[in-house]
Protein backbone atom coordinates (compact mmCIF):
# COMPACT_ATOMS: atom_id res chain seq x y z
CA UNK A 1 0.00 0.00 0.00
CA UNK A 2 1.19 3.01 -1.02
CA UNK A 3 1.39 6.04 2.03
CA UNK A 4 3.26 8.96 0.80
CA UNK A 5 1.99 12.72 0.73
CA UNK A 6 2.33 14.74 -2.65
CA UNK A 7 4.49 17.76 -2.16
CA UNK A 8 6.06 16.30 1.03
CA UNK A 9 9.75 15.51 1.44
CA UNK A 10 10.78 12.82 3.84
CA UNK A 11 14.61 11.41 4.54
CA UNK A 12 15.14 8.22 2.63
CA UNK A 13 12.77 8.35 -0.14
CA UNK A 14 14.00 8.22 -3.59
CA UNK A 15 14.94 11.60 -5.35
CA UNK A 16 13.19 11.87 -8.55
CA UNK A 17 14.33 13.76 -12.03
CA UNK A 18 13.62 17.49 -12.34
CA UNK A 19 10.80 18.75 -13.08
CA UNK A 20 10.48 18.98 -17.01
CA UNK A 21 6.93 19.60 -19.73
CA UNK A 22 5.59 18.28 -22.59
CA UNK A 23 6.21 14.64 -21.62
CA UNK A 24 2.75 13.72 -23.47
CA UNK A 25 2.11 16.88 -25.70
CA UNK A 26 -0.79 17.75 -23.80
CA UNK A 27 0.01 20.70 -21.94
CA UNK A 28 -3.55 19.74 -20.62
CA UNK A 29 -2.35 16.67 -19.06
CA UNK A 30 -0.81 16.12 -15.68
CA UNK A 31 1.67 13.36 -15.60
CA UNK A 32 4.57 12.08 -13.29
CA UNK A 33 5.26 8.74 -14.83
CA UNK A 34 5.69 8.60 -18.72
CA UNK A 35 4.08 5.54 -20.99
CA UNK A 36 8.27 4.79 -20.88
CA UNK A 37 8.92 4.48 -17.16
CA UNK A 38 10.41 7.91 -17.00
CA UNK A 39 10.10 9.57 -14.07
CA UNK A 40 8.92 13.47 -13.91
CA UNK A 41 9.39 15.55 -10.38
CA UNK A 42 6.37 17.75 -10.75
CA UNK A 43 3.62 18.82 -12.88
CA UNK A 44 1.65 22.08 -13.16
CA UNK A 45 -2.19 21.93 -13.34
CA UNK A 46 -4.10 24.39 -15.12
CA UNK A 47 -4.70 26.66 -12.05
CA UNK A 48 -0.97 26.25 -11.35
CA UNK A 49 -1.45 23.99 -8.68
CA UNK A 50 2.56 21.71 -8.31
CA UNK A 51 1.55 17.94 -8.04
CA UNK A 52 4.19 15.48 -6.68
CA UNK A 53 4.66 12.38 -5.18
CA UNK A 54 7.10 11.53 -2.22
CA UNK A 55 7.07 7.79 -2.09
CA UNK A 56 9.19 5.11 -0.53
CA UNK A 57 11.11 2.12 -2.65
CA UNK A 58 8.46 0.04 -0.58
CA UNK A 59 5.47 2.02 -1.58
CA UNK A 60 6.37 1.95 -4.85
CA UNK A 61 6.59 -1.85 -5.41
CA UNK A 62 3.18 -1.45 -3.14
CA UNK A 63 1.61 0.55 -5.92
CA UNK A 64 2.81 -1.80 -8.65
CA UNK A 65 1.12 -5.27 -6.80
CA UNK A 66 -1.99 -3.57 -6.40
CA UNK A 67 -2.13 -3.16 -9.85
CA UNK A 68 -0.90 -6.20 -11.29
CA UNK A 69 -3.13 -8.34 -8.17
CA UNK A 70 -6.38 -6.00 -9.43
CA UNK A 71 -6.05 -6.47 -12.72
CA UNK A 72 -5.49 -10.71 -12.54
CA UNK A 73 -8.22 -10.40 -10.36
CA UNK A 74 -10.75 -8.85 -13.14
CA UNK A 75 -9.27 -11.03 -15.68
CA UNK A 76 -10.35 -14.11 -13.94
CA UNK A 77 -14.05 -12.31 -13.07
CA UNK A 78 -14.26 -12.08 -16.90
CA UNK A 79 -13.15 -15.63 -17.63
CA UNK A 80 -15.96 -16.69 -15.21
CA UNK A 81 -18.63 -15.02 -16.46
CA UNK A 82 -17.39 -16.38 -19.97
CA UNK A 83 -18.00 -19.81 -18.55
CA UNK A 84 -21.30 -18.83 -17.72
CA UNK A 85 -20.73 -18.51 -14.05
CA UNK A 86 -21.34 -14.55 -14.01
CA UNK A 87 -24.31 -13.19 -15.28
CA UNK A 88 -22.61 -10.12 -16.69
CA UNK A 89 -18.78 -8.34 -15.49
CA UNK A 90 -17.66 -4.79 -16.24
CA UNK A 91 -13.72 -5.11 -16.49
CA UNK A 92 -11.76 -2.51 -15.21
CA UNK A 93 -8.54 -3.37 -17.89
CA UNK A 94 -6.55 -0.56 -18.71
CA UNK A 95 -7.79 1.72 -16.07
CA UNK A 96 -6.04 0.01 -12.97
CA UNK A 97 -3.61 2.97 -12.34
CA UNK A 98 -6.84 5.55 -12.20
CA UNK A 99 -8.39 3.69 -9.56
CA UNK A 100 -5.42 2.74 -7.62
CA UNK A 101 -4.42 5.64 -7.63
CA UNK A 102 -7.11 7.33 -6.30
CA UNK A 103 -8.16 4.58 -4.58
CA UNK A 104 -4.87 4.78 -2.08
CA UNK A 105 -5.39 8.43 -2.14
CA UNK A 106 -8.09 8.17 -0.07
CA UNK A 107 -7.69 8.61 3.46
CA UNK A 108 -9.20 6.33 6.35
CA UNK A 109 -12.44 8.93 7.20
CA UNK A 110 -13.18 9.42 3.24
CA UNK A 111 -15.94 7.94 2.19
CA UNK A 112 -16.72 7.08 -1.61
CA UNK A 113 -19.14 6.25 -4.18
CA UNK A 114 -18.56 3.94 -7.09
CA UNK A 115 -20.18 2.97 -10.29
CA UNK A 116 -20.17 -0.97 -11.34
CA UNK A 117 -16.42 -1.21 -12.17
CA UNK A 118 -14.75 0.71 -9.63
CA UNK A 119 -13.25 -3.00 -8.86
CA UNK A 120 -9.62 -1.20 -8.17
CA UNK A 121 -10.92 1.10 -5.61
CA UNK A 122 -12.95 -1.36 -3.67
CA UNK A 123 -9.38 -3.69 -3.18
CA UNK A 124 -7.94 -0.47 -1.96
CA UNK A 125 -10.36 -0.04 0.55
CA UNK A 126 -10.04 -3.37 2.22
CA UNK A 127 -13.13 -5.08 0.71
CA UNK A 128 -13.09 -8.71 0.02
CA UNK A 129 -12.88 -9.00 -3.83
CA UNK A 130 -15.62 -11.98 -3.89
CA UNK A 131 -18.18 -9.12 -2.52
CA UNK A 132 -19.15 -8.00 -6.22
CA UNK A 133 -18.98 -11.20 -7.83
CA UNK A 134 -21.89 -12.41 -5.72
CA UNK A 135 -23.71 -9.36 -7.02
CA UNK A 136 -23.25 -10.24 -10.47
CA UNK A 137 -23.48 -14.06 -9.78
CA UNK A 138 -27.11 -12.80 -8.40
CA UNK A 139 -26.85 -14.74 -5.09
CA UNK A 140 -26.81 -11.80 -3.35
CA UNK A 141 -27.29 -7.89 -3.53
CA UNK A 142 -22.97 -6.67 -3.32
CA UNK A 143 -22.70 -7.75 0.70
CA UNK A 144 -20.16 -5.60 2.46
CA UNK A 145 -20.86 -2.81 4.79
CA UNK A 146 -20.47 0.80 3.33
CA UNK A 147 -20.54 2.47 6.80
CA UNK A 148 -17.58 -0.31 7.52
CA UNK A 149 -15.64 0.36 4.71
CA UNK A 150 -16.57 3.78 3.77
CA UNK A 151 -17.47 2.43 0.14
CA UNK A 152 -20.82 2.83 -0.98
CA UNK A 153 -22.91 -0.06 -2.60
CA UNK A 154 -22.42 -0.20 -6.49
CA UNK A 155 -24.47 1.31 -8.86
CA UNK A 156 -25.62 0.58 -11.79
CA UNK A 157 -28.08 3.40 -13.07
CA UNK A 158 -25.79 5.74 -14.65
CA UNK A 159 -24.37 9.17 -12.79
CA UNK A 160 -27.26 8.39 -9.81
CA UNK A 161 -24.32 7.67 -7.45
CA UNK A 162 -23.19 11.61 -8.09
CA UNK A 163 -26.26 12.64 -6.15
CA UNK A 164 -26.01 10.42 -3.36
CA UNK A 165 -22.61 11.47 -3.13
CA UNK A 166 -23.19 15.09 -2.88
CA UNK A 167 -26.07 14.47 -0.46
CA UNK A 168 -23.31 12.54 1.92
CA UNK A 169 -21.19 15.55 1.24
CA UNK A 170 -22.87 18.14 1.91
CA UNK A 171 -24.53 16.55 5.58
CA UNK A 172 -20.57 15.77 6.23
CA UNK A 173 -20.56 19.77 5.91
CA UNK A 174 -23.40 20.29 8.21
CA UNK A 175 -21.93 18.00 10.63
CA UNK A 176 -19.04 20.38 10.52
CA UNK A 177 -16.67 18.06 9.69
CA UNK A 178 -14.91 19.76 7.46
CA UNK A 179 -12.16 22.87 7.95
CA UNK A 180 -9.29 20.47 9.24
CA UNK A 181 -6.61 18.16 8.16
CA UNK A 182 -8.24 15.37 9.76
CA UNK A 183 -11.62 16.20 8.12
CA UNK A 184 -13.74 14.31 5.94
CA UNK A 185 -14.18 13.88 2.30
CA UNK A 186 -15.92 12.49 -0.49
CA UNK A 187 -15.68 11.14 -3.55
CA UNK A 188 -17.96 10.43 -6.56
CA UNK A 189 -16.61 7.94 -9.35
CA UNK A 190 -18.44 8.04 -12.95
CA UNK A 191 -17.71 7.73 -16.48
CA UNK A 192 -17.28 9.90 -19.47
CA UNK A 193 -20.52 9.27 -20.53
CA UNK A 194 -22.36 9.96 -17.60
CA UNK A 195 -21.67 13.61 -17.83
CA UNK A 196 -24.20 13.82 -20.22
CA UNK A 197 -26.85 12.59 -17.38
CA UNK A 198 -28.86 15.49 -16.27
CA UNK A 199 -27.45 13.30 -12.18
CA UNK A 200 -24.52 14.55 -12.76
CA UNK A 201 -25.18 18.24 -13.50
CA UNK A 202 -27.63 18.23 -11.27
CA UNK A 203 -25.25 16.88 -8.41
CA UNK A 204 -22.18 19.51 -10.12
CA UNK A 205 -24.81 22.47 -9.45
CA UNK A 206 -25.63 21.11 -5.52
CA UNK A 207 -22.13 20.57 -5.27
CA UNK A 208 -21.11 24.01 -5.99
CA UNK A 209 -23.77 25.55 -4.55
CA UNK A 210 -23.60 24.06 -1.01
CA UNK A 211 -19.61 23.64 -0.72
CA UNK A 212 -19.90 20.11 -0.73
CA UNK A 213 -16.33 18.43 0.31
CA UNK A 214 -16.49 16.46 -2.77
CA UNK A 215 -14.25 15.08 -5.36
CA UNK A 216 -15.76 14.12 -8.40
CA UNK A 217 -13.67 11.66 -10.42
CA UNK A 218 -14.62 10.92 -13.91
CA UNK A 219 -12.68 7.98 -15.76
CA UNK A 220 -12.87 9.13 -19.16
CA UNK A 221 -12.26 5.82 -20.92
CA UNK A 222 -13.03 7.39 -24.29
CA UNK A 223 -16.39 5.47 -24.92
CA UNK A 224 -19.82 5.80 -23.41
CA UNK A 225 -20.22 1.80 -24.36
CA UNK A 226 -20.14 2.28 -28.18
CA UNK A 227 -20.04 6.07 -28.62
CA UNK A 228 -16.98 8.24 -28.52
CA UNK A 229 -15.80 10.98 -26.63
CA UNK A 230 -16.31 13.62 -29.56
CA UNK A 231 -20.41 12.46 -29.29
CA UNK A 232 -20.15 13.43 -25.37
CA UNK A 233 -18.52 17.27 -25.35
CA UNK A 234 -16.94 20.00 -27.52
CA UNK A 235 -14.80 20.80 -24.90
CA UNK A 236 -12.55 18.95 -23.15
CA UNK A 237 -14.15 17.16 -19.63
CA UNK A 238 -12.36 18.89 -16.68
CA UNK A 239 -13.23 22.51 -18.27
CA UNK A 240 -17.06 22.05 -17.95
CA UNK A 241 -16.20 22.59 -13.72
CA UNK A 242 -16.05 26.12 -14.65
CA UNK A 243 -19.20 26.65 -15.64
CA UNK A 244 -20.30 25.29 -12.24
CA UNK A 245 -17.97 27.42 -10.14
CA UNK A 246 -15.40 24.55 -9.25
CA UNK A 247 -11.37 23.62 -10.89
CA UNK A 248 -11.00 21.32 -12.82
CA UNK A 249 -8.21 18.84 -13.99
CA UNK A 250 -7.33 16.69 -16.54
CA UNK A 251 -4.81 13.74 -14.91
CA UNK A 252 -3.25 10.99 -17.17
CA UNK A 253 -5.51 8.28 -15.96
CA UNK A 254 -2.47 5.80 -17.13
CA UNK A 255 -0.05 6.72 -14.21
CA UNK A 256 -0.56 5.54 -10.58
CA UNK A 257 1.66 8.54 -9.54
CA UNK A 258 -0.42 11.11 -10.84
CA UNK A 259 -3.34 9.90 -10.22
CA UNK A 260 -2.37 9.73 -6.63
CA UNK A 261 -0.81 13.35 -6.51
CA UNK A 262 -4.10 14.70 -8.04
CA UNK A 263 -6.46 12.96 -6.02
CA UNK A 264 -5.09 13.57 -2.86
CA UNK A 265 -4.76 17.05 -3.46
CA UNK A 266 -8.57 17.64 -4.71
CA UNK A 267 -9.59 15.40 -1.63
CA UNK A 268 -7.60 17.60 1.04
CA UNK A 269 -8.31 20.41 -0.28
CA UNK A 270 -12.61 19.55 0.04
CA UNK A 271 -11.50 18.25 3.91
CA UNK A 272 -10.44 21.58 4.12
CA UNK A 273 -13.47 23.16 3.30
CA UNK A 274 -12.60 24.56 0.22
CA UNK A 275 -15.39 23.03 -2.11
CA UNK A 276 -15.84 20.51 -4.60
CA UNK A 277 -13.28 19.81 -7.75
CA UNK A 278 -13.53 17.81 -11.10
CA UNK A 279 -10.66 15.38 -12.13
CA UNK A 280 -10.72 13.92 -15.52
CA UNK A 281 -8.83 10.87 -15.24
CA UNK A 282 -7.81 10.45 -19.40
CA UNK A 283 -7.46 6.57 -19.92
CA UNK A 284 -8.90 4.14 -21.80
CA UNK A 285 -11.09 0.97 -21.91
CA UNK A 286 -9.19 -2.19 -22.93
CA UNK A 287 -12.12 -4.42 -23.12
CA UNK A 288 -15.77 -4.22 -23.93
CA UNK A 289 -17.80 -2.15 -22.21
CA UNK A 290 -19.50 -4.86 -20.07
CA UNK A 291 -19.30 -8.91 -21.52
CA UNK A 292 -22.18 -8.18 -23.31
CA UNK A 293 -20.39 -5.38 -25.56
CA UNK A 294 -18.65 -6.02 -28.76
CA UNK A 295 -16.39 -3.38 -29.16
CA UNK A 296 -14.90 -4.83 -32.46
CA UNK A 297 -17.86 -3.03 -34.12
CA UNK A 298 -17.21 0.82 -33.06
CA UNK A 299 -13.29 0.79 -32.42
CA UNK A 300 -10.17 -0.35 -34.67
CA UNK A 301 -7.62 -2.56 -34.02
CA UNK A 302 -4.69 0.46 -34.46
CA UNK A 303 -6.47 2.65 -31.72
CA UNK A 304 -6.70 -0.50 -29.25
CA UNK A 305 -2.69 -0.60 -30.14
CA UNK A 306 -1.80 2.61 -29.75
CA UNK A 307 -3.04 3.12 -26.13
CA UNK A 308 -1.73 -0.91 -25.24
CA UNK A 309 1.57 1.40 -25.40
CA UNK A 310 0.40 3.50 -22.59
CA UNK A 311 -0.10 0.71 -20.09
CA UNK A 312 -0.85 1.62 -16.51
CA UNK A 313 1.43 -1.84 -15.55
CA UNK A 314 4.12 -1.81 -18.02
CA UNK A 315 5.34 1.77 -17.41
CA UNK A 316 5.30 1.50 -13.45
CA UNK A 317 7.18 -2.07 -14.19
CA UNK A 318 9.43 -0.20 -16.62
CA UNK A 319 10.06 2.80 -13.87
CA UNK A 320 10.88 -0.04 -10.97
CA UNK A 321 13.48 -1.86 -13.59
CA UNK A 322 15.15 1.62 -14.42
CA UNK A 323 15.23 3.00 -10.82
CA UNK A 324 16.65 -0.80 -9.41
CA UNK A 325 13.63 -0.34 -7.17
CA UNK A 326 12.39 -4.12 -7.76
CA UNK A 327 14.08 -7.28 -9.61
CA UNK A 328 13.02 -10.49 -11.05
CA UNK A 329 12.18 -11.74 -8.16
CA UNK A 330 10.27 -9.30 -7.11
CA UNK A 331 8.09 -9.38 -10.08
CA UNK A 332 7.90 -13.35 -10.44
CA UNK A 333 6.92 -13.24 -6.48
CA UNK A 334 3.85 -10.34 -7.36
CA UNK A 335 2.57 -12.96 -10.58
CA UNK A 336 2.61 -15.86 -8.20
CA UNK A 337 0.45 -14.26 -5.64
CA UNK A 338 -1.91 -12.83 -8.40
CA UNK A 339 -2.15 -16.51 -9.52
CA UNK A 340 -2.57 -17.82 -6.29
CA UNK A 341 -5.18 -15.08 -5.20
CA UNK A 342 -7.56 -15.68 -8.33
CA UNK A 343 -7.65 -19.49 -8.13
CA UNK A 344 -8.44 -18.85 -4.77
CA UNK A 345 -11.44 -16.26 -6.00
CA UNK A 346 -12.57 -19.23 -8.52
CA UNK A 347 -12.53 -21.55 -6.17
CA UNK A 348 -14.73 -19.33 -3.49
CA UNK A 349 -17.27 -18.33 -6.80
CA UNK A 350 -18.05 -21.72 -7.78
CA UNK A 351 -18.20 -22.37 -4.25
CA UNK A 352 -21.23 -20.56 -3.13
CA UNK A 353 -24.89 -21.87 -2.47
CA UNK A 354 -27.93 -20.81 -4.85
CA UNK A 355 -30.08 -18.99 -2.72
CA UNK A 356 -33.80 -19.92 -2.03
CA UNK A 357 -35.57 -17.58 -4.17
CA UNK A 358 -38.34 -16.84 -1.48
CA UNK A 359 -35.20 -14.64 0.25
CA UNK A 360 -35.59 -12.21 -1.94
CA UNK A 361 -38.54 -10.92 0.32
CA UNK A 362 -36.64 -10.74 3.76
CA UNK A 363 -35.05 -7.67 3.75
CA UNK A 364 -37.19 -5.30 1.83
CA UNK A 365 -38.41 -3.70 4.90
CA UNK A 366 -37.07 -4.02 8.40
CA UNK A 367 -40.45 -5.00 9.74
CA UNK A 368 -42.16 -6.48 6.44
CA UNK A 369 -45.62 -5.25 5.89
CA UNK A 370 -48.70 -6.84 5.07
CA UNK A 371 -48.55 -6.69 1.22
CA UNK A 372 -44.75 -8.22 1.02
CA UNK A 373 -46.57 -10.79 2.98
CA UNK A 374 -49.08 -11.23 0.63
CA UNK A 375 -46.37 -11.19 -2.25
CA UNK A 376 -44.45 -14.16 -0.40
CA UNK A 377 -47.25 -15.96 -0.20
CA UNK A 378 -48.29 -15.82 -3.51
CA UNK A 379 -44.52 -16.31 -4.63
CA UNK A 380 -43.96 -19.91 -2.74
CA UNK A 381 -47.27 -20.93 -3.79
CA UNK A 382 -46.37 -20.55 -7.36
CA UNK A 383 -42.72 -22.04 -6.58
CA UNK A 384 -44.41 -24.91 -5.01
CA UNK A 385 -46.67 -25.49 -8.03
CA UNK A 386 -43.58 -26.84 -10.05
CA UNK A 387 -42.43 -29.79 -7.38
CA UNK A 388 -42.95 -33.15 -8.80
CA UNK A 389 -43.61 -31.80 -11.87
CA UNK A 390 -42.24 -31.65 -15.09
CA UNK A 391 -41.21 -28.31 -15.30
Not at 155 to 166: E, K, M, N, P
Not at 269 to 282: C, D, F, K, T, V
Not at 333 to 345: G, K, M, N, Y
Request: contains cysteine; glycine residues 10%; aromatic residues 10%.
Amino acid sequence: MAKGDPGVSSRGRRAAPRSRKGATGDPQLVQLLTPEGERIESATGPDGTEYRVDFTDEEYRGLYRDLVLVRKLDAEATALQRQGELGLWASLLGQEAAQVGSGRALRTQDMAFPTYREHGVLYCRGIDPIMPLGLFRGVDQGGWDPNEFKFNMYTIVIGAQTLHATGYAMGVHMDGKTGTEDGEAVIAYFGDGATSQGDVNEAFVWASVFNAPLVFFCQNNQYAISEPLERQTRVPLYQRAGGFGFPGVRVDGNDVLASYAVTRHALDNARLGQGPSLIEAYTYRMGAHTTSDDPTRYRIASEVEAWQAKDPIARMKAFLEKQQIADADFFAAVDEQARTESVHLRERVLAMPNPDPVTMFDHVYPNGSPELDEQRAQFTKYMESFEGSAH
